[in-house]
């Protein structure tokens, strides 16, 4: 097996992770980015009557093309750093995303009102990035050629095996308290989508790394354990999409977001160490700091989405774009009142004079938008 597992690491070692950590933090920024740019498509096309749907846009599908991109570049981070780096670097989207609500401001806060209602959301960007830097220096920095082999030997090791026993026990427990005994609880439903989530990153880790050699010269793709990995990675993919559009329609998205931060880097953690024995060799300096980071990380993050659940909404508002104020109430931008993280249904196509007819749908839970009469 072809690792470098001796403590301290090699500079093979420390270069491989600092590409990858490099790449996760461009991709999450990324990503960020898409889904504010994604966000600001359905705003700018909700202010006016162009019948168009959203996904006919310019901005709506350079938003698509930078996700891809971000993706793309945390897909390829784990072909050289481990998940217990990559993982918890996720972080970087939610400061990102804090950051372009701040900037995107529906009011003009004095100095002190600002500071008041938003010292929350800079302290917690505070701490997770506090919390990053100590995870990215103590974390573990063991490097390995994920080849088929290397796989394979991992997949027959007694860790990974009673790991996964582990998990398929307790998965199939709290499946059966969500949907025998109807326990929708917040913290089932993220686990069990944490659950998925580690096994979706370990193949995912594996699906990258034999890509990687492979465009290296070392061909990897003649190994079944590649397809195996590959299909494993897309169809956990799908459960944990499911379970995450049922959640969203359950709870707030800022505590989806805390939530689910919290469990997978815990469980990706647990996962990389006892797959690709990430934390083998490490003393209990690294070890005690690398855990203390992730604490600082969580804390930062719970508190960047109390934040934003008290006082701001991480989207662009209406007012940000010329002459919406006038058409719509100063509120924030989420198309789907159900809370959910999808984008939401506009009826673009609908009657310009029907966002208009006060007596349209008298039942509906949405607000009715009517014009001000001088």
């Not at 995912?204 to 290296?216: D, N, P, R, T, Y």
Request: hydrophobic residues 50%.
């Amino acid at each position: 097996m072809e690792r470098e597992g001796k403590w301290p690491p090699s500079d093979l070692s420390y270069k491989e992770n600092l590409i990858g950590t490099l790449l996760a933090i461009f991709g999450n920024l990324v990503i960020s980015i898409s889904l504010n740019m994604q966000k600001y498509s359905h705003v700018k096309l909700a202010g006016t009557k162009d019948p168009r749907s959203y996904f006919r846009t310019k901005t709506w599908w350079l938003g698509l093309m930078l996700m891809l991109i971000g993706e793309l570049g945390v897909f390829t981070a784990y072909a050289y750093a481990p998940l217990s780096l990559i993982t918890p670097l996720s972080a970087v989207s939610i400061v990102a995303s804090s950051i372009i609500g701040i900037i995107f401001l529906r009011d003009k806060w004095k100095p002190k009102e600002f500071l008041r209602n938003y010292a929350l959301s800079f302290l917690g960007c505070g701490f997770t990035v506090v919390g990053i830097y100590l995870l990215v220096t103590f974390g573990p920095n063991a490097h390995e050629k994920l080849s088929g082999r290397n796989l394979i030997s991992h997949l027959m090791g007694w860790p990974f095996l009673l790991y996964m026993l582990v998990l398929i026990i307790l998965f199939c427990l709290l499946l059966y308290f969500y949907k025998i005994r109807k326990m929708t609880y917040l913290v089932v439903i993220m686990l069990l989508e944490a659950l998925l989530g580690s096994v979706t990153i370990v193949s995912a880790k594996g699906v990258s790394g034999m890509i990687i050699l492979s465009i290296q010269g070392n061909l990897q793709l003649a190994y079944p354990i590649f397809y195996v990995l590959f299909v494993v990675m897309v169809s956990t993919a799908v459960f944990q999409a499911m379970f995450l559009r049922e959640v969203s329609e359950l709870y707030d998205p800022s505590q989806i977001a805390s939530v689910s931060y919290i469990f997978s880097t815990i469980i990706a953690v647990i996962a990389g160490a006892t797959f690709y024995l990430e934390f083998n060799g490490a003393d209990a300096l690294h070890i005690c700091m690398f855990v203390f980071g992730s604490c600082i990380a969580f804390l930062g993050v719970l508190l960047i989405t109390q934040s934003k659940k008290r006082t701001f909404d991480p989207y662009i508002t209406m007012d940000v774009l010329p002459g919406l104020g006038s058409m719509f109430a100063k509120s924030p931008v989420q198309p789907d009142l159900s809370g959910s993280f999808s984008y939401g249904t506009l009826d673009h196509n609908a009657h310009p004079d029907v966002l208009l007819d006060p007596q349209h749908e008298p039942n509906s839970s949405r607000p009715v938008i009517t014009s001000k009469q001088d």
